[in-house]
């Protein structure tokens, strides 16, 4: 064993260890992150237990905010130079966009991670930014509670659900995860902490989402929950033919009888589209606990309704149903651990699965980070459902990327940065384009800008967590930035804070 340690040590050193994480990037995954990526989940998830145990989150909590205070105050007293900003690294965010601002902003260190309190009877859980879907999850549903809208992967955040945004295959009915938000706690630019809901502080509230930390510090959030079910029976129906895919697609997303609504396209005329309902009850010969470390990948397990042609029903374990894309971060580690779904790998190495997005950040180097960005897509465009079919063709055509995720959401009229163009509801879908792009003529900032403005022309939005390579005119013709700017004006964020365009698209970014 040592021996062959030595050799494999030797090896890096004679290829070098760039060479190394391009082109064998599997062997430094599956030997050192993770396992580093178990340790992370085996200390975070005990800490929080331990924490909500004890019940001294929010005791905690409290010292915490003061903390925080006291540094913005200190911010101002040295004369606020610099503009402000979260002093957790770039490389913990589940986004793949490097934020370069961390190295010239103050950094405002804020250790949240707690969740703070389950209300059964206002139907609330209070949270910290940092807790994560995981916790979350791990602990309402042992309790008997979910949230109407629980985002896939496990890393993300409740603070990067609010500021940026959040969506799950019930969003067709809840909306957004920022719709079944009902208080943010924040600490402004002077220092004073402020509690904004529908009636108090409206339009801060309003303003909030999206804003990707531009108008303050969030501490604080109370989200909605409801009573959960021990399984989801979701049902499998393979489809051919665009045409016939969006059709079918839009009358599951119209249907509330569905409490889920998903579709992972294959080709572009070929797709499975899935429909679930929480119950209590399972037929045993049904059941399939997807989310065990030796199962197959999800996104593989479904595509073999498309192969078979035949439809199905399964009985999925809630937790598993919520975090089905998790193990294979949808259908990224096929590119990173190729033998990732061989049933050898899953039963010998599956219960690693998958290392943290944050650790793979950290060590990707700039080397992948270039190739990812000239030969990767990652992107989730939010589209209008009546444009779904010009909304497939046109990515066909323009990355030719697949699988595609399909994810219907209800957005409400508002007044803050994304509502629909009129004054009604309109039901929208998430693309979310995952993976190498198969066209001859791809090119990152070209092909990525033709995407974008076809999601203005048909009055769209793009997710911010990916590449933006909107100017500053065509990001604010997609976002509506009336009420942001006012309160930007009220609130002293100029001095303290950039601008969101600033923060996050690649045009203004040094």
């Known amino acids: 064993m040592s021996r062959s340690l030595l050799l494999f040590l030797l090896w890096i050193k004679v290829k070098g260890l760039d060479y190394v994480i391009v082109h064998q990037r599997w062997i430094f995954v599956c030997l050192f992150l993770l396992p580093l990526s178990v340790v992370f989940d085996v200390y975070y998830y005990v800490r929080t237990w331990l924490i909500f145990k004890m019940c001294s989150a ?45 190295n010239t902003h103050k950094n405002i260190m804020i250790n949240m991670m707690d969740i703070l309190e389950v209300d059964t009877q206002r139907q609330v859980v ?15 549903n042992s309790i008997g509670w979910t949230l109407p809208v629980l985002p896939e992967l496990d890393d993300l955040t409740v603070g990067g659900l609010v500021m940026g945004t959040g969506i799950e295959s019930s969003s067709h009915i809840y909306g957004l995860f920022q719709h079944i ?78 409490s889920f609504v998903e579709g992972i396209q294959y080709s572009l005329d070929s797709a499975v589209i899935m429909t679930g ?9 049904k059941i399939n606990r997807i989310g065990l470390y030796f199962k197959p990948w999800f996104f593989k397990h479904v595509e073999s309704y ?28 096929q590119d990173i651990i190729p033998f990732g779904n061989n049933p050898v790998f899953r039963w010998l190495f599956g219960w690693m699965v998958p290392p943290k997005i944050s650790l793979l950040k950290l060590t990707q180097g700039e080397t992948i980070r270039r190739l990812y960005e000239q030969h ?34 209800l957005l409400p009229p508002g007044k803050g940065m994304v509502h629909p163009k ?16 198969k ?21 769209g939005f793009q997710m911010l967590y990916a590449d933006v390579y909107m100017n500053r005119e065509e990001f604010w013709e997609m976002f509506d930035g009336q009420l942001y700017h006012r309160l930007r004006n009220e609130l002293g964020c100029k001095e303290a804070f950039p601008e969101v365009y600033n923060k996050i698209c690649k045009s203004a970014r040094h």
């Open 58 to 102: 929010p005791k905690l909590h409290d010292q915490r905010v003061k903390d925080i205070q006291r540094q913005v105050r200190e911010w101002r007293k040295e004369g606020g130079k610099k503009h402000m900003c979260t002093g957790r690294p770039g490389w913990l965010s589940v986004s793949l966009r490097v934020g370069k601002y961390k």
């Open 277 to 285: 309902t929480m119950t209590d009850h399972a037929e045993p010969d």
């Open 376 to 409: 990767h897509v990652v992107q989730d465009m939010m589209i209008p459902m009546k444009h779904l079919q010009a909304a497939i063709t046109r990515f066909h055509q323009d990355i030719n990327v697949y699988p595609l995720w399909l994810c219907p959401f």
């Open 126 to 140: 209070r949270v910290e930014p940092l807790a994560n879907m995981g916790q979350v999850t791990a602990l309402l």
């Open 422 to 437: 009129g004054q009604e509801e309109e039901l929208h879908v998430d693309i979310g384009a995952y993976g190498e792009p």
């Open 439 to 459: 066209v001859k003529h791809f090119e990152a900032k070209a092909s990525t800008r033709q995407l974008e403005k076809f999601v203005r022309e048909v009055h």
């Open 181 to 258: 938000c009902v208080a943010y706690e924040l600490v402004l630019a002077d220092g004073s902490l402020v509690r904004c809901t529908e009636e108090e502080n409206s339009d801060l509230f309003h303003a909030v989402p999206w804003s990707c930390g531009t108008l303050g510090f969030l501490v604080a959030t109370e989200i909605k929950i409801v009573p959960a079910k021990a399984w989801v029976k979701l049902r499998y129906e393979p489809v051919r033919g665009l045409e016939n895919i969006c059709k079918r697609f839009t009358e599951a997303s119209e249907n509330k009888q569905n």
């Open 306 to 333: 498309l192969k078979q042609d035949c439809t199905g029903v399964e009985y999925i374990p809630l937790r598993h149903y919520y975090h089905r894309h998790t193990r294979s971060i949808f259908w990224e580690l």
